[in-house]
């Protein structure tokens, strides 16, 4: 099956702890990406990774780091959750920077 | 960096309506334009795109695209229930995509 695949579904944890998610396509394409879409469903873009260079890095808080060890996996690790970090964490592919395939999403909740 | 303002932010229609989403973009960085439905609880998934001036149509979607106003477009003719669902415009341009804040489009039956 080709598609984008990311663990956890779900994750629920407490303020300060550290948290790791991980993508994985496998459609072939040369570009991945990390957004973020809070609750009133506001899609942003984070990160953005072309052949595992990270290439778009928007401001976001730097407990925030993504990790790409190559072309078809992008992780995403905060460290020291806060309460505003709450949101479904989406990733990513595309190929040559345009249609956008996304993973089913990881639903942080930091209590 | 760009912004996309999208309107309205929510509508319903009744079944087979037209239902007509738009989208501003502040600039034109953008150089590919596209439209993204999202059901409840799933992921978005791409619906139609076009990177140059005009439209295109696919079944029942037409887009419409002019880049002298920044102005792009979504026609959904008949709508139906299955219509119902967040619908998001994106432009990309170098890699960076912006996305609009979204349309709630509720098709009664």
């Known amino acids: 099956e080709t598609a984008v695949f990311q663990t956890p579904n779900y994750h629920v944890t407490q303020v300060g702890n550290e948290v790791s998610f991980n993508c994985k396509q496998t459609?072939?394409?040369?570009?991945m990406y990390w957004y973020k879409q809070d609750s009133k469903k506001l899609l942003k873009i984070m990160f953005s990774?072309?052949?595992?260079?990270?290439?778009v890095n928007e401001t976001v808080p730097r407990r925030f780091s993504p990790q790409s060890s190559d072309k078809a996996h992008l992780n995403l690790r905060i460290k020291s959750v806060e309460p505003e970090d709450s949101a479904v964490y989406l990733c990513?592919?595309?190929?040559?920077?345009?249609?956008?395939?996304f993973g089913p999403g990881t639903r942080l909740t930091v209590l | 960096q760009q912004k996309v303002q999208q309107s309205p932010e929510s509508l319903i229609v009744p079944e087979g309506a037209m239902t007509s989403l738009n989208c501003t973009f502040s600039?034109?960085?953008?150089?590919?334009f596209a439209w993204y439905r999202q059901h409840s609880g799933k992921a978005p998934k791409a619906l139609m795109s076009?990177?140059?001036?005009g439209e295109k149509e696919e079944g029942r979607f037409t887009i419409h695209l002019n880049k002298a106003s920044l102005h792009f477009s979504l026609h959904i003719r008949d709508s139906q229930p299955s219509d119902s669902a967040l619908y998001l415009c994106?432009?990309?341009?170098?890699?960076?995509?912006?996305f609009g804040s979204g349309t709630r489009l509720l098709v009664s039956p």
């Open positions: 990774y072309n052949n595992k260079q990270l290439i």
């Open positions: 600039d034109s960085a953008s150089q590919y």
């Open positions: 459609l072939g394409h040369d570009t």
């Open positions: 994106a432009g990309t341009g170098g890699y960076k995509v912006v």
């Open positions: 076009i990177f140059s001036n």
């Open positions: 990513a592919s595309s190929l040559l920077g345009v249609e956008q395939y």
